[in-house]
């Protein structure tokens, strides 16, 4: 596998591999290898169908269910503004809303009893213009992070709530109870990586809370927090083309939508893989 830097502090493209043709025994370690290293790993020119798509994703660790049913369901999220044969434009409309919550920076899935460990993404309708998805790695703002700043989160565990970053988005939205049903979580600020030791700071749009802070003061502390690890110099922009899929690192990342012409289709393919022990997770639950 041949790779090119994406960004001068993580991410890169991956060439020379067939993702559909990746298993356990050919392929995933060297995957795993840069997954764990680089955060962020782009593969053009995919042609993963649904079954291939999770395929990959199994051999990461389980697919993320939030269905909530007795048995586990392996669930494609389709992030898309498209309803049947007609195009959802409207600002109002609730699949919108959905796309303009996900433009806050986040990670996926802090807000679940098992936090996400990777998503797998892949582009199959694109608008002619924007709908860009960025990232930052929080990895290396963190190693950047001014030692006060640092201070200040360090030993701490951050609250998460999905309907905190919904509500912000749409009040409506927020109520329904595919937002609701989730009781808060806790983690640990930072998530160290079990295999190169490097520390992240684990945080979102979601993080509502810090233990031990009134929340006033907590979500001054996270909205600073967030501002140092977006700032533009850490901004990987990925402008999409069809066929591609971008697998990241839930632990040590942020990403967000950008905005497109809603009267545009626009339909993105995600899956989450859950976190496990080899990937840290006993680390970021607190004592
Ligand atoms: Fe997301």
């Not at 919550?101 to 460990?117: E, G």
């Not at 993080?207 to 690890?229: K, P, R, S, T």
């Not at 990987?236 to 967000?256: C, F, M, N, P």
């Amino acid at each position: 596998m041949k790779t090119t830097p994406l960004h001068p502090r993580f991410g890169v493209e991956v060439e020379q591999v067939d993702l559909s043709q990746v298993t356990a025994a050919d392929g995933y370690d060297e995957i795993r290898d840069l997954f764990d290293r680089h955060l962020l790993l782009l593969f053009r020119r995919q042609a993963l169908d649904a079954a291939q798509h999770l395929a990959l994703g199994r051999l990461f660790g389980p697919i993320e269910d939030r269905s909530g049913s007795p048995d586990p369901i392996e669930t494609i999220s389709v992030v898309s503004n498209i309803d049947g044969d007609e195009v959802v434009g409207d600002e109002e409309d609730l699949r919108v809303l959905r796309n303009v919550a996900n433009q806050q920076w986040h990670t996926d899935s802090t807000f679940l009893p098992v936090p996400a460990l990777a998503n797998i993404l892949r582009a199959e309708v694109l608008p002619s213009t924007g709908g860009e998805t960025e990232f930052v790695s929080t990895r290396a703002a963190w190693h950047d992070m001014p030692d006060g700043l640092q201070a200040r989160i360090r030993e701490r565990v951050i609250r998460h709530r999905f309907t905190h970053s919904v509500a912000r988005a749409s009040a409506r939205l927020a109520r329904l109870e595919r937002y609701t049903k989730w009781p808060d979580q806790h983690w640990r600020a930072l998530w160290p990586n079990p295999l190169t030791g490097e520390e992240a700071l684990y945080i979102a749009s979601h993080a509502c809370g810090v233990e031990g802070m009134d929340d006033a003061e907590a979500q001054l502390l996270i909205d600073e927090l967030v501002e140092f690890c977006t700032r533009e110099e850490y901004v990987y922009s990925h402008r999409w083309q069809v066929g591609d899929v971008l697998i990241w690192d839930e632990r040590a990342t942020l990403h967000r939508g950008r905005p497109w012409p809603y009267e545009e289709a626009r339909s993105l393919c995600s899956i989450c893989i859950s976190a496990g022990a080899r990937d840290g997770l006993d680390a970021v639950r607190p004592g």
